[in-house]
């Protein structure tokens, strides 16, 4: 009799056949992990009344066995590579295995700091749709501030499951102790995270009802940031356009409209309007730090961005002197792009290094020191200019309303509590108007009368009573 000569099916191959009213899905796995004995090469099936979960449960099973070698020998391949590119086209074995790995690495997924890492990716990408807008990149290094200053060394081996309502009101108790600034971003930041891991991973069923309350902002005291007088600012003006660099103009320009650093950064020829004599403040240029997954700094971006608020996008008048110097400036740049044979465009930048790229804050913050000793200058900060521009303006009697629109702030109160100074010869003004007339011999003669009158009244009352 003939020999058939059958050609064997590569391990991993998964068959399914009829049995009974059933049906058989089958395999046969090759096991490197085991060099030896019936476990090397174990035969499964798994039956049941549909194709579909008979296959399902041999799935389940195949992960099952590669879960609990792996742990036995802790080893990562587990099956032959044969057996492995057949199992490739188990597409039920590849769901099971992806889900089993969510339970065998739940320790490491369901980490307070890896779900907070997780939330943030998340919400980076997030468009708001008031704003339609994603959140600014200030916003982002909060965040990541607050979680690897204390998510991460404070709950390393804490789980979602752990954030209860005891827990959580105790350890942002104890935080409220140290900053009460600080204990709020924390447990404003974990409710966030709650809510990501109970509505976009189903991790949890609910978030916790906190009973935990925050005073509103409390403004205790002025920041000690200093500011330059009327007379001391035109001095300083003096020295700006002396020397002439573009960083130098760019200081004048802060000082004689008050923008923010990153305004001034960010301002283009096309926002300077020398026929209306004003500035739009529209465009911010900044340098924004980039973030890998784990929340670590891979690299600095130098763009254009939103400004801070919507209040923000504001228009300043120029002064005299602002107008002649960015005219002046502008003449000159455009006479060197013609030299250059270069086309000149409105929507170049107005400050330029010597890089021929646009001033960042904190270049601009880095220069100061250097410009006030090579001019023998009092100390002074590139946000000291924005203050001394709202100092001398409310001096000068400006409307209240007026200079909140120009500073751009939402509401006077910021202006006059972080911006406006009272300088020793404004006390001296305001004190001398009210005591002007103190000394004068009608105001004692007044005193004196007043004085008499009352010592009378009291003496007549107590004549009434001794009777």
Not at 114 to 134: G, R, S
Not at 213 to 223: A, E, L
């Amino acid at each position: 009799m003939e020999k058939i000569n059958r050609e064997r099916a590569p391990k991993g191959t998964v068959t399914v056949r009829t049995k009974a009213n059933s049906f058989e899905a089958r395999v046969t796995l090759d096991l490197t992990a085991i060099t030896e004995g019936v476990g090397k090469n174990p035969r499964l099936s798994r039956t049941a009344k549909s194709e579909i979960e008979a296959r399902k449960r041999l799935g389940e099973e195949i992960a099952n066995i590669y879960f609990e070698v792996q742990k036995r020998v802790q080893r990562e391949k587990i099956f032959s590579d044969e057996c492995s590119q057949q199992l490739e086209y188990f597409a039920e074995y590849k769901e099971a295995k992806i889900k089993r790995e969510m339970v065998e690495l739940a320790d490491d997924y369901t980490l307070v700091p890896n779900m907070a890492k997780e939330w943030l990716n998340w919400k980076k990408v997030q468009v708001n749709p008031n704003t339609n807008k994603t959140i600014g990149a200030k916003t982002v290094e909060a965040y990541v501030y607050t979680i690897q200053g204390h998510i991460i060394p404070d709950l390393q081996n804490k789980h979602i499951g752990d954030l209860t309502k005891e827990f959580v009101e105790d350890y942002i108790s104890k935080k409220r102790q140290i900053s009460v600034r600080v204990a709020k971003d924390i447990y404003l930041l974990l409710r966030c995270v709650l809510v990501y891991a109970r509505d976009k991973r189903k991790l949890i069923d609910e978030v916790p009802k906190f009973e935990l309350k925050f005073p509103k902002k409390r403004r205790t005291g002025k920041v000690n940031i200093p500011y330059l007088t009327e007379e001391r600012q035109k001095v300083w003006l003096d020295y700006f356009e002396e020397d002439g660099r573009e960083f130098a103009l760019l200081y004048a320009t802060l000082l004689q409209t008050g923008m923010r650093p990153e305004e001034g950064c960010g301002l283009k020829w096309q926002s300077v309007s020398f026929e209306n004599d004003i500035i739009t403040v529209e465009n911010a240029y900044k340098d924004i730090k980039i973030y890998d997954e784990n929340m670590k700094t891979i690299g600095h971006e130098y763009r254009d961005d939103d400004l801070k608020t919507t209040e923000s996008y504001r228009t300043i008048p120029m002064t005299k002197r602002l107008k002649t110097m960015l005219m002046q400036l502008k003449e000159e740049k455009q006479q060197r792009y013609k030299e250059e044979g270069k086309k000149w465009k409105e929507s170049e930048y107005v400050f330029l290094n010597e890089k021929g790229t646009p001033y960042v804050p904190e270049r601009l913050t880095n220069k100061m020191p250097k410009f006030i000793k090579k001019y023998n200058l009092e100390h002074m900060t590139v946000y000291g200019l924005r203050h001394s521009f709202a100092t001398l303006n409310s001096e000068k009697g400006m409307d209240k309303e007026v200079l909140r629109e120009l500073m751009g702030h939402t509401d006077f109160e910021t202006t006059e509590f972080y911006y406006i100074h009272i300088t020793e010869e404004r006390k001296k003004n305001e004190f001398n108007k009210i005591h002007s007339n103190d000394d004068s011999e009608e105001t004692q003669g007044k005193i004196t009368q007043n004085k008499g009158k009352k010592y009378y009244a009291k003496r007549k009352i107590k004549l009434l009573k001794s009777a």
